[in-house]
């Protein structure tokens, strides 16, 4: 499985194993909606704890800012309760948001394939 290059910024979160695996293990399930060369890929994936002095509540933030080698850029952010809550939200956003992108691409290049069908087909006769 390739896994994009990133750079991690944490603020007021404790760097673990744990929560570097689990966010490389969310993070690889986005690139394989990514059709591009994935060499050129680069993304900036920040966690913190919004507040000190709360403890309940949306206090954990992640977002991902996710930039592709033909030029596409991609963001989502979540906030919830729990960190590894708001990995998974903001790995669903940002994962629905690269595979509409190119699905929205893919159906431009079908329509326009059954199009050039079509006006072949018509010099047939």
């Given at each position: 499985m390739v896994m994009i290059q990133y750079s991690l910024k944490l603020t007021h979160v404790e760097n673990s194993p744990e929560l570097v695996s689990r966010l490389e293990d969310k993070f690889s399930q986005v690139t394989k909606f990514i059709h591009s060369d994935l060499n050129n890929a680069f993304a900036e994936i920040e966690l913190e704890k919004t507040t000190e002095h709360h403890k309940q509540g949306d206090i954990?933030?992640?977002?991902?800012?996710?930039?592709?080698?033909?030029g596409n850029f991609f963001r989502a952010d979540a906030t919830t309760s729990s960190l590894f809550s708001a990995i998974d939200d903001v790995k669903s956003k940002i994962s629905k948001e690269v595979r509409r992108h190119y699905k929205k691409e893919n159906d431009i290049l079908r329509r326009s394939g059954r199009a050039m069908k079509k006006v072949l087909k018509g010099f047939r006769k």
């Open positions: 954990f933030r992640a977002e991902i800012n996710l930039k592709v080698g033909d």
